[in-house]
């Protein structure tokens, strides 16, 4: 092979190079994109979890317990029923639902609730009775036959609580145990010492402080309030 061959030879191998190299481009170009819109589209989800998991801290720490313990069984969101109907008071009760598979605005609704009944969830659940079964008398509601309590009954509930503290209606009764299916809510509303008290508000401080130290992406979520 002469020389003039060994030239023809390079100089096609650069033309063609320059033929793909566009497609080269066109092709790391799409991925580019398709890899900035999937960590678009996780972002969200990411951030909707970890909201989630601040709301479901708040509702342990204010209530100290856990959150599958944070509502007696008659108030805990059911399994749907026909057409994902929600089970009426008049029918047979279904199976309650894991936490894992309540609603973003049911737990931000209970979060809010706690924090103004800091240690006194006997009181919610005494005032969410009441409001559930004033849903069902009144029928105003388009889910009024439902037997479990509604976001929309946390959060009644919570503005009358807070009308009541406001005008200094509202005495706390401090509780030392979370609440469990198997107990009567009379159970769950006892008197404590100074000290229990005392002890009670320690603990509930540092896991406030704890979930309110900054997150990954430097913000930090209070419930009640957008993030």
């Given at each position: 092979?002469?020389?003039?061959?060994?030239?023809?030879?390079?100089?096609?191998?650069?033309?063609?190079?320059?033929?793909?190299?566009?497609?080269?481009?066109?092709?790391?170009?799409?991925?580019?994109?398709?890899?900035?819109?999937?960590?678009?589209?996780?972002?969200?989800?990411?951030?909707?979890?970890?909201?989630?998991?601040?709301?479901?801290?708040?509702?342990?720490?204010?209530?100290?317990?856990k959150l599958?313990?944070?509502?007696?069984?008659?108030?805990?969101?059911?399994?749907?029923?026909?057409?994902?109907?929600?089970?009426?008071?008049?029918?047979?009760?279904?199976?309650?639902?894991?936490?894992?598979?309540?609603?973003?605005?049911?737990?931000?609704?209970?979060?809010?609730?706690?924090?103004?009944?800091?240690?006194?969830?006997?009181?919610?659940?005494?005032?969410?009775?009441?409001?559930?079964?004033?849903?069902?008398?009144?029928?105003?509601?388009?889910?009024?036959?439902?037997?479990?309590?509604?976001?929309?009954?946390?959060?009644?509930v919570t503005?009358?609580?807070?009308?009541?503290?406001?005008?200094?209606?509202?005495?706390?009764?401090?509780?030392?145990?979370?609440?469990?299916?198997?107990?009567?809510?009379?159970?769950?509303?006892?008197?404590?010492?100074?000290?229990?008290?005392?002890?009670?508000?320690?603990?509930?401080?540092?896991?406030?402080?704890?979930?309110?130290?900054?997150?990954?992406?430097?913000?930090?979520?209070?419930?009640?309030?957008?993030?």
């Amino acid at each position: 092979m002469d020389s003039s061959d060994s030239e023809e030879t390079l100089n096609l191998g650069a033309l063609l190079e320059l033929q793909h190299r566009p497609r080269l481009q066109d092709q790391l170009r799409t991925e580019k994109t398709a890899d900035k819109s999937l960590a678009h589209m996780q972002q969200p989800v990411e951030k909707s979890k970890s909201h989630r998991a601040k709301d479901a801290g708040y509702v342990e720490a204010n209530w100290d317990c856990k959150l599958i313990n944070s509502l007696p069984a008659e108030l805990k969101p059911r399994s749907p029923g026909y057409k994902g109907k929600r089970v009426g008071h008049n029918q047979q009760d279904k199976k309650r639902l894991p936490p894992g598979e309540w609603t973003k605005a049911f737990i931000r609704a209970l979060a809010n609730l706690s924090m103004i009944t800091q240690d006194d969830n006997a009181y919610a659940y005494k005032k969410l009775f009441e409001q559930v079964k004033y849903r069902q008398r009144k029928r105003m509601h388009p889910e009024h036959y439902a037997r479990e309590a509604l976001t929309s009954d946390i959060e009644a509930v919570t503005v009358e609580v807070q009308r009541l503290t406001d005008v200094g209606r509202y005495v706390k009764h401090i509780r030392t145990q979370g609440h469990s299916d198997g107990e009567r809510l009379g159970n769950v509303e006892v008197e404590t010492t100074d000290g229990d008290v005392v002890n009670s508000e320690t603990r509930r401080a540092e896991r406030l402080k704890i979930l309110q130290e900054p997150s990954e992406d430097g913000s930090t979520t209070v419930a009640g309030t957008q993030p």
